[in-house]
């Protein structure tokens, strides 16, 4: 539990803080899925929902998950303490299991009806002696305790702007709806414990039994009968997403978009199985990570608009103005809307703009420009604590990993007893211990293998090579200037073409190229000025594209700090001084002598709205689609880099 949470809740007692922060870190391990979406919920709320969540994880790891060595009449002997410490910590608002002092407290809190708690204790207990249900009435009876009533204690947290009572059978539908999802993803594992809670009668009516699916889960074998009656499962429960639906928007305002995100995060898991045949027996299907940074992304958007609508609200008057369409996000919002679209042939053409002798003249400057012989490697979060990170720079094999203190250590990527590839070796205690024979390197020399400089800048980690490089060398490479890191999000992506640094940084060195090149994501280009200043910049005005008409207008500026080194920064509207690294480091010739280049491309965004605090906290999941969206447009500017490349070095490059 962070602090922050902690202190919008009023919790203040160090007993009380400790329980609640026990109870998160039972989501954060447990259920991913939810722990995302509680992430969209006002901070003060999210303390309750972690304690109701982790007594029903506390109670679910009593029947399934405590030591699997553990008898029947154990689990109940536990189980049965647990519902003992609930009773009478529910009586006197308290108690000495943490899951159970947090619980009470958010039930005084909220007044949350005890009987739901009875309830669930009672479908806990069902667990260690019902192993199957004949009918779908029978596994309803099963589900208000085990999941119904978890929807119906949240509606007090989350709020509602109907009665409670009307928004109350959509809530527990809902509850229902997550928990047969959890039924049908996790019917193998469910078989391994001796449970199967498909309803017998919807198998029969398919001519599958419990026999059935054991065979299949014991041989790998597929039966037409399994997947029909798994589909049939499949419908029920979209079924039951439908009733639950219409109680979203019955949610206040600002807890729609957490809960509408788990609703649509849940419901994909649906999507997930179908996709892969509903092969759930023999193994799990899982939402993409792309598509679940996408949903949080959309939740982002929607609990912003929220929790604006929501302080507008409460404004004197309540009334908003419209923002001005340009200069680029000095109104309240970052969205335009274009009057109309404009076709990808009938925007004006740039060619006459984009004059080669432009282009290569400012390349030839940055090429000029000292980089100290230093170059990126990758991302400093891909260089852990256990393990290091290998690559080859420059022609020569790389190994970085941390020490003990966490500092950067880095050389040769050879082991010097017998050459074994250090990358591959394991790192203890801040120690690399090369997997062949153990030879143990703690970074500094050791029988000819000598150390090299390298520098950890909190988004990437860079080496120095001055054999490479043959520059005047440089105490610490030229790191761009860049927002904060403890307020902004990073990502970084890394990609490999055929082509040299120079035809990496000419394409950034033409930005004229933009919304020809990549109409998907870039409209109404129009480069204002430069090259010009130390670092010939180019400056930019550009929309993002969002979805439909929707874009958001910015100013930006590139420059070539460097020989390798192209940074974009928002100089003007939304996410105004985030900016995009890209850095151009060769990797060596490929098996046919073609010069390969890695682009190690490093976004950090910030900005200044009150909301961004969620898109932070959301880091996690959103840098994948950060990577995503960068893989995307170097998808293409490779093919840009590489084409030139092959002219260059036929002959037949006319700029």
């Given at each position: 539990?962070?602090?922050?949470?902690?202190?919008?809740?009023?919790?203040?007692?160090?007993?009380?803080?400790?329980a609640?922060?026990?109870c998160?870190?039972?989501n954060?391990?447990?259920?991913?899925?939810?722990?995302?979406?509680?992430?969209?919920?006002?901070?003060?709320?999210?303390?309750?929902?972690?304690a109701?969540y982790?007594?029903?994880?506390?109670?679910?790891d009593?029947?399934?998950?405590?030591?699997?060595d553990?008898?029947?009449?154990?689990?109940?002997?536990?189980?049965?303490?647990l519902?003992?410490?609930?009773?009478?910590?529910?009586a006197?608002?308290?108690?000495?299991?943490?899951?159970?002092?947090?619980?009470?407290?958010?039930?005084?809190?909220?007044?949350?009806?005890?009987?739901?708690?009875?309830a669930?204790?009672?479908?806990?207990?069902?667990?260690?002696e019902?192993?199957?249900?004949?009918?779908?009435?029978?596994?309803?009876?099963?589900?208000?305790?085990?999941?119904?009533?978890i929807?119906?204690?949240?509606?007090?947290?989350?709020?509602?702007?109907?009665?409670?009572?009307e928004?109350?059978?959509?809530?527990a539908?809902?509850?229902?709806?997550?928990?047969?999802?959890?039924?049908?993803?996790?019917v193998?594992?469910?078989?391994?414990?001796?449970?199967?809670?498909?309803?017998?009668?919807?198998?029969?009516?398919?001519?599958?039994?419990?026999?059935?699916l054991?065979?299949?889960?014991l041989?790998g074998?597929?039966d037409?009968?399994?997947?029909e009656?798994?589909?049939?499962?499949?419908?029920l429960t979209r079924?039951v997403?439908?009733?639950?639906?219409p109680?979203?928007?019955?949610?206040?305002?600002?807890?729609?978009?957490?809960?509408?995100?788990?609703?649509?995060?849940?419901r994909?898991?649906?999507?997930?199985?179908e996709?892969?045949?509903?092969?759930?027996l023999?193994?799990?299907?899982?939402?993409s990570?792309?598509?679940r940074a996408?949903?949080?992304?959309?939740?982002?958007?929607?609990?912003?608009?929220?929790?604006?609508?929501e302080?507008?609200?409460?404004?004197?008057?309540?009334?908003t103005v419209?923002?001005?369409?340009?200069?680029?996000?000095?109104?309240?919002?970052?969205?335009?809307?274009?009057?109309?679209p404009?076709?990808?042939?009938?925007?004006?053409?740039?060619w006459?703009?984009a004059?080669?002798?432009?282009?290569?003249?400012?390349?030839?400057?940055?090429?000029?420009?000292?980089?100290?012989?230093?170059y990126?490697?990758g991302?400093?979060?891909?260089?852990?604590?256990?393990?290091?990170l290998?690559?080859?720079?420059?022609?020569?094999?790389?190994?970085?990993?941390?020490?003990?203190?966490?500092?950067?250590?880095?050389?040769?990527?050879?082991?010097?007893h017998?050459?074994?590839?250090?990358?591959?070796?394991?790192?203890?205690?801040?120690?690399?211990v090369?997997?062949?024979?153990?030879?143990?390197?703690?970074?500094g020399?050791?029988?000819?293998?000598?150390?090299?400089?390298?520098?950890?800048?909190?988004?990437?980690?860079w080496?120095?090579?001055?054999?490479?490089g043959?520059?005047?060398?440089?105490?610490?490479?030229?790191?761009?200037?860049?927002?904060?890191?403890?307020?902004?999000?990073?990502?970084?992506?890394t990609?490999?073409?055929?082509?040299?640094?120079e035809?990496?940084?000419?394409?950034?060195?033409?930005?004229?190229?933009?919304?020809w090149?990549?109409?998907?994501?870039?409209?109404?280009?129009?480069v204002?000025?430069?090259?010009?200043?130390p670092?010939?910049?180019?400056t930019?005005?550009?929309?993002?594209?969002?979805?439909?008409?929707?874009?958001?207008?910015?100013?930006?500026e590139f420059t070539a700090?460097?020989?390798?080194?192209?940074?974009?920064?928002?100089?003007?509207?939304?996410?105004?001084?985030?900016?995009?690294?890209?850095?151009?480091?060769?990797?060596?010739?490929?098996?046919s002598?073609?010069?390969?280049?890695?682009?190690?491309?490093?976004?950090?965004?910030?900005s200044?709205?009150?909301?961004?605090?969620?898109?932070?906290?959301?880091?996690?999941?959103?840098?994948p689609?950060?990577?995503?969206?960068?893989?995307?447009?170097?998808?293409d500017d490779?093919?840009?880099?590489?084409?030139?490349?092959?002219?260059?070095?036929?002959?037949?490059?006319?700029?």
């Open positions: 539990m962070t602090a922050r949470e902690l202190d919008a809740a009023g919790i203040t007692e160090p007993a009380l803080r400790a609640y922060a026990h998160r870190r039972l954060a391990r447990h259920g991913k899925t939810y722990f995302l979406a509680t992430r969209l919920l006002p901070v003060a709320r999210r303390p309750a929902v972690h109701l982790g007594f029903a994880r506390w109670a679910d009593i029947v399934d998950s405590l030591d699997a553990a008898t029947p009449q154990e689990r109940a002997s536990a189980l049965h303490a519902e003992t410490q609930l009773d009478a910590g529910l006197r608002g308290g108690g000495d299991e943490p899951v159970v002092r947090a619980l009470a407290h958010t039930s005084a809190v909220y007044g949350i009806d005890p009987a739901y708690f009875t669930f204790m009672a479908s806990m207990r069902a667990d260690l019902v192993t199957d249900y004949p009918t779908y009435d029978d596994l309803r009876r099963y589900m208000y305790g085990s999941a119904e009533v929807g119906l204690q949240m509606l007090p947290v989350l709020g509602t702007v109907t009665p409670r009572a928004a109350a059978p959509h809530a539908a809902l509850g229902a709806a997550f928990q047969l999802t959890n039924f049908l993803r996790d193998g594992e469910d078989l391994d414990r001796g449970r199967v809670y498909l309803p017998a009668d919807l198998l029969a009516a398919h001519d599958v039994d419990r026999e059935l054991r065979w299949s889960r041989t074998g597929a037409a009968r399994i997947t009656a798994l589909r049939a499962a499949a419908d079924g997403y439908r009733r639950a639906a109680g979203v928007a019955m949610l206040d305002p600002v807890s729609r978009p957490c809960i509408r995100t788990a609703f649509i995060l849940y994909g898991i649906l999507d997930a199985v996709a892969d045949g509903f092969a759930v023999h193994r799990r299907a899982v939402v990570r792309p598509v996408t949903v949080a992304l959309d939740g982002l958007v929607r609990v912003t608009a929220a929790r604006t609508a302080r507008t609200a409460t404004r004197p008057g309540g009334s419209d923002a001005p369409r340009r200069p680029a996000g000095r109104g309240r919002y970052p969205l335009s809307l274009r009057r109309r404009v076709a990808w042939e009938r925007q004006r053409p740039t006459r703009d004059a080669p002798g432009v282009i290569a003249g400012a390349l030839e400057r940055a090429r000029s420009r000292p980089s100290g012989n230093w990126a490697v991302a400093a979060r891909d260089v852990g604590r256990d393990r290091p290998g690559r080859t720079v420059a022609g020569a094999e790389v190994v970085l990993w941390r020490a003990a203190d966490g500092r950067l250590r880095g050389g040769p990527g050879a082991c010097p017998l050459g074994a590839p250090l990358k591959d070796s394991p790192v203890r205690c801040g120690t690399l090369c997997h062949w024979h153990g030879l143990a390197l703690d970074g020399p050791f029988a000819g293998w000598e150390p090299y400089p390298v520098y950890d800048d909190g988004v990437l980690v080496v120095r090579l001055d054999r490479a043959g520059e005047e060398p440089l105490a610490r490479p030229r790191v761009p200037r860049r927002p904060d890191t403890a307020g902004a999000v990073a990502s970084v992506y990609g490999v073409g055929r082509c040299e640094p035809d990496v940084v000419a394409n950034r060195l033409d930005p004229w190229h933009g919304a090149f990549h109409p998907y994501s870039f409209v109404d280009l129009t204002t000025d430069g090259p010009a200043g670092e010939d910049a180019l930019v005005d550009v929309s993002f594209k969002v979805a439909g008409r929707l874009v958001v207008p910015v100013r930006a700090p460097g020989p390798r080194t192209v940074v974009m920064r928002i100089t003007e509207g939304e996410g105004a001084g985030s900016v995009v690294e890209t850095h151009a480091t060769p990797l060596g010739a490929d098996a002598g073609r010069p390969r280049t890695a682009v190690v491309e490093a976004v950090v965004a910030a200044a709205r009150p909301g961004f605090a969620v898109a932070r906290a959301a880091a996690p999941l959103l840098r689609l950060m990577r995503a969206t960068a893989g995307r447009l170097w998808r490779m093919a840009y880099a590489e084409r030139r490349w092959e002219l260059r070095s036929s002959g037949r490059f006319p700029g």
